[in-house]
């Protein structure tokens, strides 16, 4: 039994009431004096010169301030993907170009008194293109073909990461023990019910405030002052409330436009995307063709691994390249494998850019190796339970590719758990004697993944802490932290609750401001609460110790203490004890401000000690319709090591999440293009996601050993959450079929082709 009192309690979210009643203000709710709205015009062609562009119509009608190309606004290229100075990256983004590189590229902009105006003055410009160029959309033949859409060519990064002896292991194995797959997984998107918005407004002595839904202030504040020439303090950043990101808002895009439009006009300026400028003119999940050949004994140990992986940057570069590194370090942190290569190339297409989505390339390169280790286990008449736990690593293994040591793993726990409680056996035996017949067939599936926890000796991984006692013992909590509908607020009041023995509900959380916040790196790499909980852990104990400092001061002032006289004086049950009296902090705490004129209250910094692993093990049966080629999943498994659940219930509500997007991954998700570059999905009628009727019950089992250096031994859940999820459906289809099909989404389409 846990003698935690607010730790690994399900405390629900702060704020959920205002969010269900309606009342929490989004972005798009707001309003200002003055307030100008913002509306861009964006490429209807995939690619293509802008020739001429005529805003004179546009100009002249009532009640638009003023149009926007790239003929009136900087020039100075950028990459939204930049978040701290000096990072080296390929910039090549301008605020409105004059050369189109997608259909959604910003070509464009009106600023007018109403919403409605913007919009009818966008339809009015018009735009002359040179020549409407070929489309780059096959990965392969972006690969080969010679055709650029940016100076530097295709593709525009390569990266090799490898250990061991790969070509001399393949050398001496027979082929009979060598297991290809090849593998394309889709461009999606995130598909957060908010979509895209910031507000941006001039205030005195030429400062600018901007608030966004975001999950990087200090980047957005960065790439702003970079672009319009502005010191840092003349740039305030906002964390507004969330409707949701998934990644899609990690990115700066949308922000310096709105800040330069209300610098430029000195009035406050709105944008505000609909779902098709959301889905095209945003960031989404890097598509990539992957192959992999892996060598396995006969006894099912892995031997080695090769891997080449082709990433889809989409029309500009964001982090096209670096999600390719990002893959490669989890290749060697789930199973033991002792001869391993991943080589990858970044190309540009004429699609909207590829950007952070949850997992951060985990998804991909998961369903890509996964996948084919159920070919191996198929030819080598393993069960697909037993290969991954002769393979999977044991804590505190280390990782051969040389990153951090993976920690106190418990992914075998994991699976073994999740093999009891899905009934593996049990359903396998069922399927056996049922045969693959009938127009309704049903499989099982397995999936292991690994995923992080933060940046530690990669990038900028540390986390600044505000906290202080208010003169009545409730506790105000000054972080950088950015709630992405995540509860994290409702977390860091149950750690710092924790150490100080205070209620949350008594604890004020304050998101990110660059005004008035300590410095944090962001919401990115599943870190907010291995990280910056950990942050706020320690800054409590020394506010706790600084409480307990104050009082023994204050003590010997007591009426009746002796000088002499030594008194206990410690912290029991939120009260603090003075040798056997006790007494509320709002009684101590007043007194120390009025006779120790001392103000509780600590700045502490933290950075990370450690990065270790993740893990989640998933298990499916998905049911097949053979006649329409409708896949249904049936009965769904998660276990997940988390270290310690500081909040079940925001563990669950992360796994369900997680759970409904990587099953769209598999089954449906896709943004599409026709052949010559046209998008074909870009609404929620042809954009198709799994909806609540059709999910699931998702059974969530946790495996709670607590992570050293992790808050009261937490880890990461929200992205792990989603990454094993299209490689279990895809094996359980698989199996349900007698097939090993590769090409995600697996839409009713491709299975029928598959099977006739």
Same mark, same amino acid.
């Given at each position: 039994?846990?003698?935690?009192?607010?730790?690994?309690?399900?405390?629900?979210?702060?704020?959920?009431?205002?969010?269900?009643?309606?009342?929490?203000?989004?972005?798009?709710?707001?309003?200002?004096?003055?307030?100008?709205?913002?509306?861009?015009?964006?490429?209807?062609?995939?690619?293509?010169?802008?020739?001429?562009?005529?805003?004179?119509?546009?100009?002249?009608?009532?009640?638009?301030?003023?149009?926007?190309?790239?003929?009136?606004?900087?020039?100075?290229?950028?990459?939204?993907?930049?978040?701290?100075?000096?990072?080296?990256?390929?910039?090549?983004?301008?605020?409105?170009?004059?050369?189109?590189?997608?259909?959604?590229?910003?070509?464009?902009?009106?600023?007018?008194?109403?919403?409605?105006?913007?919009?009818?003055?966008?339809?009015?410009?018009?735009?002359?293109?040179?020549?409407?160029?070929?489309?780059?959309?096959?990965?392969?033949?972006?690969?080969?073909?010679?055709?650029?859409?940016?100076?530097?060519?295709?593709?525009?990064?390569?990266?090799?990461?490898?250990?061991?002896?790969?070509?001399?292991?393949?050398?001496?194995?027979?082929?009979?023990?060598?297991?290809?797959?090849?593998?394309?997984?889709?461009?999606?998107?995130?598909?957060?019910?908010?979509?895209?918005?910031?507000?941006?407004?001039?205030?005195?002595?030429?400062?600018?405030?901007?608030?966004?839904?975001?999950?990087?202030?200090?980047?957005?504040?960065?790439?702003?002052?970079?672009?319009?020439?502005?010191?840092?303090?003349?740039?305030?950043?906002?964390?507004?409330?969330?409707?949701? !990101?998934?990644?899609?808002?990690?990115?700066?895009?949308?922000?310096?436009?709105?800040?330069?439009?209300?610098?430029?006009?000195?009035?406050?300026?709105?944008?505000?995307?609909?779902?098709?400028?959301?889905?095209?003119?945003?960031?989404?999940?890097?598509?990539?063709?992957?192959?992999?050949?892996?060598?396995?004994?006969?006894?099912?140990?892995?031997?080695?691994?090769?891997?080449?992986?082709?990433?889809?940057?989409?029309?500009?570069?964001?982090?096209?390249?670096?999600?390719?590194?990002?893959?490669?370090?989890?290749?060697?942190?789930?199973?033991?494998?002792?001869?391993?290569?991943?080589?990858?190339? !970044?190309?540009?297409?004429?699609?909207?850019?590829?950007?952070?989505?949850?997992?951060?390339?985990?998804?991909?390169?998961?369903?890509?190796?996964?996948?084919?280790?159920?070919?191996?286990?198929?030819?080598?008449?393993?069960?697909?339970?037993?290969?991954?736990?002769?393979?999977?690593?044991?804590?505190?293994?280390?990782?051969?590719?040389?990153?951090?040591?993976?920690?106190?793993?418990?992914?075998?726990?994991?699976?073994?758990?999740?093999?009891?409680?899905?009934?593996?056996?049990?359903?396998?035996?069922?399927?056996?004697?049922?045969?693959?017949?009938?127009?309704?067939?049903?499989?099982?599936?397995?999936?292991?993944?690994?995923?992080?926890?933060?940046?530690?000796?990669?990038?900028?991984?540390?986390?600044?802490?505000?906290?202080?006692?208010?003169?009545?013992?409730?506790?105000?909590?000054?972080?950088?932290?950015?709630?992405?509908?995540?509860?994290?607020?409702?977390?860091?009041?149950?750690?710092?609750?924790?150490?100080?023995?205070?209620?949350?509900?008594?604890?004020?959380?304050?998101?990110?401001?660059?005004?008035?916040?300590?410095?944090?790196?962001?919401?990115?790499? !599943?870190?907010?609460?291995?990280?910056?909980?950990?942050?706020?852990?320690?800054?409590?104990?020394?506010?706790?110790?600084?409480?307990?400092?104050?009082?023994?001061?204050?003590?010997?002032?007591?009426?009746?203490?002796?000088?002499?006289?030594?008194?206990?004086?410690?912290?029991?049950?939120?009260?603090?004890?003075?040798?056997?009296?006790?007494?509320?902090?709002?009684?101590?705490?007043?007194?120390?401000?009025?006779?120790?004129?001392?103000?509780?209250?600590?700045?502490?910094?933290?950075?990370?000690?450690?990065?270790?692993?993740?893990?989640?093990?998933?298990?499916?049966?998905?049911?097949?319709?053979?006649?329409?080629?409708?896949?249904?999943?049936?009965?769904?498994?998660?276990?997940?090591?988390?270290?310690?659940?500081?909040?079940?219930?925001?563990?669950?509500?992360?796994?369900?999440?997680?759970?409904?997007?990587?099953?769209?991954?598999?089954?449906?998700?896709?943004?599409?293009?026709?052949?010559?570059?046209?998008?074909?999905?870009?609404?929620?009628?042809?954009?198709?996601?799994?909806?609540?009727?059709?999910?699931?019950?998702?059974?969530?089992?946790?495996?709670?050993?607590?992570?050293?250096?992790?808050?009261?031994?937490?880890?990461?859940?929200?992205?792990?959450?989603?990454?094993?999820?299209?490689?279990?459906?895809?094996?359980?289809?698989?199996?349900?079929?007698?097939?090993?099909?590769?090409?995600?989404?697996?839409?009713?389409?491709?299975?029928?082709?598959?099977?006739?």
């Amino acid at each position: 039994m846990s003698d935690l009192k607010y730790v690994g309690k399900s405390i629900p979210f702060k704020y959920a009431d205002q969010k269900i009643a309606g009342d929490l203000k989004y972005v798009s709710d707001l309003s200002m004096p003055g307030m100008l709205h913002l509306k861009l015009l964006t490429a209807g062609i995939p690619r293509g010169k802008v020739k001429e562009i005529d805003t004179t119509r546009a100009e002249a009608l009532d009640g638009v301030k003023k149009v926007y190309t790239f003929k009136n606004t900087p020039r100075r290229p950028f990459n939204g993907y930049y978040w701290y100075r000096d990072q080296e990256m390929i910039k090549d983004e301008v605020l409105l170009t004059d050369y189109v590189r997608h259909v959604g590229d910003r070509v464009a902009a009106v600023a007018a008194e109403s919403s409605e105006t913007a919009e009818r003055a966008c339809e009015l410009i018009e735009v002359e293109y040179e020549k409407q160029e070929k489309p780059i959309l096959d990965l392969e033949e972006a690969l080969v073909g010679g055709d650029a859409l940016h100076e530097k060519g295709n593709p525009f990064a390569e990266r090799e990461f490898a250990y061991g002896d790969v070509d001399g292991l393949f050398a001496k194995t027979p082929s009979e023990l060598i297991f290809s797959d090849k593998m394309e997984t889709p461009k999606v998107h995130h598909a957060a019910m908010e979509n895209h918005a910031c507000l941006a407004y001039p205030e005195p002595q030429g400062k600018l405030t901007v608030i966004s839904p975001c999950q990087l202030i200090f980047s957005v504040r960065l790439i702003i002052s970079t672009l319009l020439d502005l010191p840092l303090n003349r740039v305030r950043v906002i964390k507004g409330n969330m409707g949701g !990101s998934f990644g899609a808002k990690q990115e700066t895009f949308l922000e310096p436009l709105a800040a330069f439009v209300a610098r430029d006009l000195n009035r406050p300026v709105k944008i505000f995307f609909n779902r098709r400028e959301s889905i095209l003119a945003t960031r989404t999940r890097s598509k990539i063709l992957g192959k992999v050949k892996t060598a396995v004994s006969p006894e099912g140990k892995i031997l080695g691994r090769d891997i080449d992986v082709i990433v889809d940057a989409g029309g500009y570069t964001s982090n096209g390249d670096i999600v390719s590194a990002a893959m490669a370090k989890k290749i060697s942190r789930l199973y033991r494998i002792e001869h391993q290569r991943y080589h990858s190339y !970044s190309v540009h297409t004429t699609t909207p850019p590829g950007g952070p989505c949850r997992g951060y390339g985990s998804p991909q390169i998961h369903a890509l190796t996964e996948v084919n280790l159920d070919r191996a286990a198929a030819a080598l008449g393993i069960d697909r339970v037993e290969l991954r736990l002769k393979n999977l690593l044991h804590p505190h293994e280390k990782d051969l590719l040389g990153g951090p040591d993976i920690g106190n793993a418990r992914i075998i726990e994991a699976l073994e758990k999740g093999r009891e409680e899905f009934n593996w056996t049990r359903k396998k035996k069922a399927n056996q004697k049922s045969g693959r017949s009938g127009r309704y067939r049903r499989g099982i599936g397995v999936a292991c993944a690994t995923h992080v926890n933060g940046y530690y000796n990669v990038y900028p991984d540390f986390s600044g802490i505000n906290i202080r006692f208010y003169e009545d013992g409730s506790i105000l909590l000054n972080t950088s932290i950015h709630d992405l509908g995540t509860g994290a607020r409702t977390i860091m009041a149950q750690i710092a609750g924790e150490v100080l023995e205070v209620d949350p509900e008594q604890i004020t959380v304050l998101e990110g401001d660059t005004d008035r916040s300590p410095y944090d790196v962001g919401c990115h790499a !599943s870190r907010g609460t291995y990280v910056i909980g950990k942050a706020v852990q320690q800054a409590a104990v020394k506010l706790r110790e600084l409480l307990l400092e104050e009082t023994k001061k204050l003590a010997k002032n007591l009426p009746g203490v002796k000088p002499e006289e030594k008194l206990e004086v410690v912290i029991e049950e939120g009260r603090i004890r003075i040798g056997s009296d006790h007494y509320s902090y709002q009684e101590i705490i007043s007194r120390i401000q009025l006779e120790n004129q001392q103000e509780l209250n600590v700045n502490y910094s933290y950075h990370s000690q450690a990065n270790p692993a993740s893990y989640g093990a998933h298990f499916v049966q998905a049911e097949v319709d053979t006649f329409t080629g409708l896949v249904e999943v049936k009965d769904y498994v998660a276990v997940h090591d988390v270290g310690q659940a500081i909040n079940p219930l925001a563990v669950k509500t992360q796994i369900d999440g997680g759970v409904q997007m990587g099953i769209g991954m598999a089954l449906m998700e896709e943004i599409d293009f026709d052949q010559k570059g046209y998008p074909l999905n870009t609404n929620f009628h042809d954009y198709h996601l799994i909806n609540a009727p059709a999910m699931p019950e998702i059974r969530v089992f946790l495996i709670e050993d607590k992570e050293p250096h992790g808050p009261y031994g937490a880890k990461s859940i929200g992205e792990i959450s989603t990454v094993p999820v299209a490689a279990a459906v895809v094996n359980a289809v698989n199996d349900a079929l007698g097939k090993f099909l590769t090409t995600l989404p697996l839409t009713p389409p491709r299975i029928i082709d598959a099977l006739y």
